[in-house]
């Protein structure tokens, strides 16, 4: 299993502020992901990276920004944070391990409040 | 429109009975599956997963069933434990196809009584 880390695990921001969400992960994982859920919805990809220098955006359309400078580290930026950016973010990596391709591993959120 | 649907938004089973949570895809490139379990202000965890190319796969409690011709998989839990209670979530991937993303359901709640 991965160990995948985030912080903050929770924040509560007033509007306008820009955050940065950090995740890592210290498996060498080249594929890492972000994700938004809201309660009683489904996960959607906002951010992806299949390695250093590496970011695509995913389904859902976010504002936010990502970067992948180095393999461990992939943090999310919100530069004017709105309420509607209210929301779980869930970061990601994926295993390499033939067998298990396409099984992510998750860290344990952050939990953003907009005001 | 969802490729992954969990028709069941909430499920309650007695403790030591067995809990069947069910999951439908539309998409027929899909060749992974996926189960992750998950607690409030927690992220998923990944329970136990399946290839196109099996029907069942089984890990202690979990097994999961894959029916490829009804495009629909289910995961057992038996015996069900009161520390079940969480978020189950389905997911697949086509890989080589989307890159290996995956694609979740909406979730079932289980809550497994004592």
């Known amino acids: 299993e991965a160990d995948i880390y985030q912080t903050p695990r929770y924040l509560v921001i007033g509007t306008g502020k820009k955050i940065t969400l950090e995740c890592s992960q210290t498996m060498g994982h080249d594929k890492m992901y972000w994700y938004q859920q809201d309660p009683g919805m489904e996960l959607h990809l906002i951010h992806y990276s299949y390695g250093v220098n590496s970011t695509e955006k995913g389904d859902l359309s976010s504002e936010s920004t990502v970067s992948r400078i180095r393999t461990e580290h992939f943090p999310l930026t919100l530069e004017s944070a709105r309420p509607s950016h209210t929301s779980q973010y869930l970061c990601a990596s994926q295993s390499p391990i033939a067998g298990e391709t396409d099984t992510q591993y998750f860290g344990p959120g952050t939990r953003l409040t907009v005001l | 429109d969802q490729q992954v649907k969990q028709n069941s938004p909430s499920l309650s089973v007695q403790e030591g009975r067995i809990s069947i949570l069910n999951c439908d895809y539309t998409n027929s490139m899909f060749d992974y599956f996926l189960w992750y379990k998950k607690y409030p202000a927690e992220g998923p965890t990944f329970l136990i997963s399946i290839s196109s190319i099996k029907d069942k796969n089984e890990d202690g409690r979990f097994t999961v069933f894959l029916n490829k011709s009804a495009k629909h998989l289910s995961l057992h839990i038996v015996p069900s434990q009161p520390g079940d209670s969480a978020v189950y979530f389905c997911?697949?991937?086509?890989?080589?196809?989307?890159?290996?993303?995956?694609?979740f359901g909406k979730g079932t709640k289980l809550s497994v009584k004592p």
């Open positions: 997911a697949a991937s086509s890989y080589g196809g989307s890159q290996g993303n995956l694609i």
